[in-house]
């Protein structure tokens, strides 16, 4: 069974390291936020200019004026730091972020990213997404494996607007975990229950597997 948006979060929160700044984007990256490992101490940045971001608040702990880059009401932890977008986007620019986790469209096997702009559709803009693939030491995407329609979004090549060129590590799936390298995707892990076929089935860019695979295991 592929895994709920929780869960995917529960298992991107096993990539933190303790001491690792790290920015979540908006979607089921925020909710990584909820399931940082016992034991090690990260400190969660927002682009709009929060650094040490805590879970999300409980309906007594809501403050409107305390949001992420999402505009979703947030907590910050002890030793946390408000200041302005710009002197975010310099932490981010700077390479001070060592781990930024995403939502795509679209990942393709040389480690590209669409994350913006569907054709058709009005936006306003990149946003910080490009400056986030530009500037952080690694990133992981999160995401559904294929869209509603069924049809892979792990691509031999990207088909929308790209957000980044060459620079997705390691990409958490409702099915599987998976590492771009050298011009593939190689199987890490796999959920519980979902088969290495359905894996292969639901991924149009070259899959690499190596030996067995392992299902994921959530502390």
């Not at 995917?8 to 990256?29: C, F, H, K, S, T």
């Not at 390479?95 to 669409?114: K, P, S, W, Y």
């Not at 639901?202 to 392992?214: F, M, Q, R, S, W």
Request: aromatic share 6%; hydrophobic share 45%.
């Amino acid at each position: 069974m592929a895994l709920s948006r929780e869960q995917v979060a529960m298992r991107v929160a096993q990539e933190l390291q303790d001491g690792y700044y790290v920015n979540l984007g908006i979607g089921i990256p925020t909710l990584v936020a909820n399931y940082v490992p016992a034991g090690i101490e990260v400190m969660l940045q927002s682009e709009n200019g929060l650094l040490g971001m805590g879970p999300y608040p409980t309906e007594d702990e809501i403050d409107a004026d305390m949001i992420n880059a999402g505009k979703e009401t947030v907590t910050a932890i002890k030793g946390a730091a408000i200041f302005s977008s710009a002197e975010s986007f310099a932490m981010i620019r700077g390479g001070h972020v060592d781990l930024t986790v995403l939502g795509a469209f679209e990942v393709d096997q040389n480690g590209n990213i669409a994350s913006w702009m569907i054709p058709g559709k009005l936006v306003k803009g990149m946003g910080g997404a490009m400056d986030l693939v530009a500037g952080a030491q690694n990133i992981v995407v999160t995401m559904t494996h294929a869209d509603k329609y069924g049809n892979s979004k792990l691509l031999t090549d990207c088909t929308l607007p790209l957000t980044g060129v060459g620079c997705v590590k390691k990409i958490v799936t409702d099915l599987a975990v998976l590492e771009v390298r050298n011009g593939a995707f190689h199987l890490l892990e796999r959920a519980p229950g979902i088969s290495v076929e359905e894996i292969q089935q639901k991924t149009a860019g070259k899959l690499v597997i190596n030996g067995d695979v392992p299902e994921m295991v959530f502390n």
